[in-house]
Structures are given as C-alpha cells and as structure tokens.
C-alpha cells in the first residue's frame, strides 16, 4: 500500500516509517526538521529512508492515490506556556488543519497522533476514552483542537480519521527532552539528571514498538471515527523507571531535585480496553526490557566518538 507519515524524522515517526518499508509498503516520508531538538539526531533516525521536507503548517501536501496517512508531524511536550505557543499553535493546529483539508479532499484516510495530555489531571484511573477531556497544558489543549477539527471534517467532509492518544512513549531514539531519555543520558555521561517534583508521579510508559503496532493496526482496522488509548500495560512512578535504568546500567543517578514543572500533570493510566477489544491489540513490552533497549542503544551512542 501507499502511505504518507509526516514526522517521519521524528522519534516515533522514524520508527514507523522503518516498519511499513520492512513490511514492503510506499512510503512517502514528510518532515521539515524543527529545531525543537538537534535536527542532526533527526538526520540519523531517518537515515534508511529519504524525507521529503515539506512545512505541512505552508507547504502543499498532495495526497491523490495515497491509502492513508500517519501524521505524527506536531510541536511534542508540555512545558508549552510562554512564547513557544506560536510553535504549538501552528505546528499542531494550523498543521493538522492542512493535512486533514488535503486527506477529505482525495479521501484519504489519516491516523492522528494524539496525546494523554488532552486528559489532564484525569477525573479516573485508569483512564478511559470517555473520561472528560480537560487538558492543563497548552500542548494538550492544541492535541484536543486537533482532535476536535477531525470531528468537524468527518461531520462536513467526510473525513476518515482515526485518533491514537499515545501515553509516553519510550524507546531507542527518544526525544532528548523526554525524562527517560535524559536519565539514560546522565547515566551514560556520569552527568546529573534534574527531577521535576518528588518522582512519584507516575506514568503508561508505552515502548516505542508497541505504539508502532498499535498505530499499524488503526489504519489497517479501526472503525471509521474511532479514538483509542494507547497505553503500556504497566503504570510506573519516575522513581521506579530510574530504579530501574540504574539496574540495568549498573550505575547510580546523581538526582537533583526541583519543583514540579508547569503543565506536568501528576499521573496518567490508560485504559486499554477499548483498543485490545476492537484491534486487539495490547502494550506487550514489559518496561525493563523496553529501558534495556533503550540504555544499549543510547550508550553506543554517548560511548562513539
Ligand atoms: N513521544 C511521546 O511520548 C508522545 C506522546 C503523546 C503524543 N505524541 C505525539 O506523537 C507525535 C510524534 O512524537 P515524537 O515524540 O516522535 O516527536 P518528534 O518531535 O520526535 O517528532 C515530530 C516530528 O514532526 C516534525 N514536524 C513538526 N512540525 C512540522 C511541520 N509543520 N511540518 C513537517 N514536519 C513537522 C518535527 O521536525 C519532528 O521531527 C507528535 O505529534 C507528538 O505530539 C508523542
């Protein structure tokens, strides 16, 4: 089949984009390398495939013929407040805005990446889909537009989304801004690692495989309109996950503590039942094993020259 990914330099996008080529698809890959983070370590997870850089918040995307399309592509992380709201709004909102305007016109059907940010402070845990939306951090409040502008053109035009709410995703090329990775990182280095808050607030962890499949499986089988949580199995605090790394690093986390960060929301659980009942699909990475293949890749890299 044909797909488009966008954000296909990205994290999970690079991730993606390596699985459909594994599985024999076209794929047209789209990204235009933000300088959110080095652009050069999104030059290396792209490096077995070519990116078309394409601006999706300006540029035209041209999606005729296509089967489908991923778009990953969007301005990540909720430490969103303050002047980076321009970026949020228009590499989230203006961005998707575009992509799902190009995907009803040629009918085209769009797998969404949203977030378990547009949750908030949840009102349950674990959280299902139905739980009221009611994010506390711009980051959230732009995913849950964009989720709201896939309703609106599915109502006018017809629009054949799908939306994945991804709990942090974790895994070999991890933004360097996430806390796992920059944990790995001051292990890997001997340097410090800053925690925000008293590393009890907790987390889906979901390996980065796992997101892959579910992502997979929702262009290939979901409903039309569907909305699913994609959540790893198991919720762990930062404390455990750190416990965990030092264990299979061998080394200890120099940790230095600071106030909880603004838009930092205290925990998040997925309820995944919906997605196993309807795709069956299930987190099936136990969070050592996905930490273990995070610290091997990321030592290879602090230890090359
Ligand atoms: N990593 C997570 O834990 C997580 C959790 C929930 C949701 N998500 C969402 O999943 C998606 C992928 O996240 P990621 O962690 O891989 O982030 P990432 O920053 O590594 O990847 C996003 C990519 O999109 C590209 N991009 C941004 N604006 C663009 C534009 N206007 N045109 C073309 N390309 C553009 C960036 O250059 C980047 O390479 C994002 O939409 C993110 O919000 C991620």
Not at 176 to 202: C, K, N, W
Not at 203 to 225: H, K
Not at 250 to 258: A, F, I, N, P, Q
């Amino acid at each position: 089949m044909r797909f488009v990914v966008t954000g296909a330099a990205g994290f999970i996008g690079s991730h993606l984009t390596d699985a459909l080529l594994a599985q024999d698809h076209d794929v047209v890959a789209i990204d235009c390398f933000t300088d959110y983070y080095d652009p050069a370590l999104k030059e290396d997870n792209a490096a077995a495939f070519d990116v078309a850089r394409l601006d999706l918040a300006a540029d035209e995307l041209a999606l005729d013929g296509f089967d489908g399309v991923f778009h990953l592509a969007g301005q990540p992380g909720v430490r969103s407040f303050g002047a980076v709201f321009d970026d949020y709004v228009r590499r989230n909102l203006v961005a998707t805005q575009r992509v799902f305007e190009s995907a009803a016109r040629s009918g085209v059907r769009v797998v969404f990446a949203s977030s378990s940010s547009v949750y908030g402070d949840a009102e349950r845990y674990p959280t299902p889909e139905d739980a009221r939306a009611s994010p506390v951090s711009p980051y959230g409040i732009t995913k849950l537009g964009c989720e709201q502008l896939a309703s609106a053109y599915a109502k006018s035009f017809r629009l054949e989304a799908v939306v994945l709410r991804y709990f942090t995703v974790y895994g070999p090329r991890q933004r360097p801004d996430m806390a796992l990775a920059r944990v790995v990182d001051a292990l890997a280095r001997g340097a410090s690692f800053e925690l925000y808050g008293d590393g009890l607030q907790s987390r889906s962890f979901t390996y980065v495989a796992d997101v892959v499949a579910a992502t997979i499986a929702g262009m290939e089988r979901a409903p039309v309109g569907a909305l699913y949580n994609v959540g790893g199995g198991v919720e762990a605090t930062m404390r455990d996950a750190i416990a965990t790394l030092e264990r299979v690093s061998g080394r200890t986390l120099d940790v230095v503590e600071k106030p909880t960060a603004a838009g930092d929301v205290r925990r998040t659980a997925a309820d995944t039942g919906r997605i196993e009942r309807e795709l069956g699909w299930r987190a099936q990475t136990a969070l050592a094993d996905g930490l273990q293949a995070q610290w091997e890749w990321a030592s290879v890299r602090v230890a090359a020259p």
